[in-house]
């Protein structure tokens, strides 16, 4: 088993979804939501997210994987897809982390397509140095350095998504 140090501990990450949970209450005033979360690793921040925002909060769900081409150029797929109408709809993606941000691009791309009311982006964490596409994020918890982290829902090779802080692996 890797040693896992704590980066964020469990009173400051609940600190701070309780502030960007307030946030939004206040953007969004009464209306209902639609939080889209990207499978696996946002299922946690989406949850104690949602649990601490007072407004009508739905769940909705997608899977993206990426995969190196041989040429190495990037392929995003999108493994699960939303399962009904969110027309009309006020989104608010929800992310664990940014890192290049061509899983959000390709998503917020897709997202185009489906004729909504609103789109904003959630993340609980953002590492701006690895950025390749620029993004405009609304809403972020931590910026952090290029580190590897897990916990509060991140893995390393599935492992560690049940830990209550974002720790990163020392070797
Ligand atoms: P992006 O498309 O490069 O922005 O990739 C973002 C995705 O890569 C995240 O949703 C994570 O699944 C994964 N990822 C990036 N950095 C980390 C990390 O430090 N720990 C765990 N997963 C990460
Ligand atoms: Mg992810």
Redesign the pocket.
Known sequence: MENVKVLINESKLENRVKELAKQIEKDYKDKDILFLG?LK?SAVFMVELAKKIKNNVEFEFVEIS?YEGTNSTNNIKLTKDITRNIEGRDIIIV??????????DYLINYLKTKNINSLKIATLLS?PSRRVIELNVDYIGFKIDDV???GYG???DQKYRNLPYIGYIED
Do not use: A, C, H
């Open positions: 990207v690793g990426s992310e664990d982390i940014i890192d290049t941000g061509k899983t959000l590492k590897f982290v897990v991140l893995d390393y």
